[in-house]
């Protein structure tokens, strides 16, 4: 039996001023109809002796320890820049001259 009318979709897509077709409405009836379904199934299924999970598989530490590796010198970084001042890579200004 639906718990979701069509006179309720087309209310609902009037307070939030979408303009929907007869068939539109009749779509999103049955859409929304099966969503309900499909969430009434859930709690059905659900009991208060399952803990509430956010992910199937417990996680444990996913960071890798941090290690120093070779990084690139200043020279190394800079050689290929358009522009570089004082050691660092010179930009445009993106913003206005309000700052």
């Known amino acids: 039996m ?3 009318s069509e006179e309720q979709v087309a209310h609902l897509a009037n307070l939030a001023r979408i303009a929907l077709t007869p068939e539109e409405i009749s779509s999103l009836t049955t859409e929304l109809d099966q969503i309900v379904d499909s969430i009434a199934k859930v709690q059905k299924v659900a009991t208060d002796d399952v803990p509430a999970t956010s992910h199937p598989v417990p996680l444990s530490n996913v960071f890798r320890d941090d290690v120093v590796g070779d ?3 200043i020279e ?3 050689q290929n820049a358009p522009e570089q001042a004082d050691n660092r890579f010179k ?3 993106i913003l206005g001259e309000e700052q």
């Open 76 to 78: 190394q970084a800079l």
């Open 2 to 4: 639906s718990e979701i």
């Open 71 to 73: 990084t690139l010198t």
């Open 91 to 93: 930009v445009s200004a």
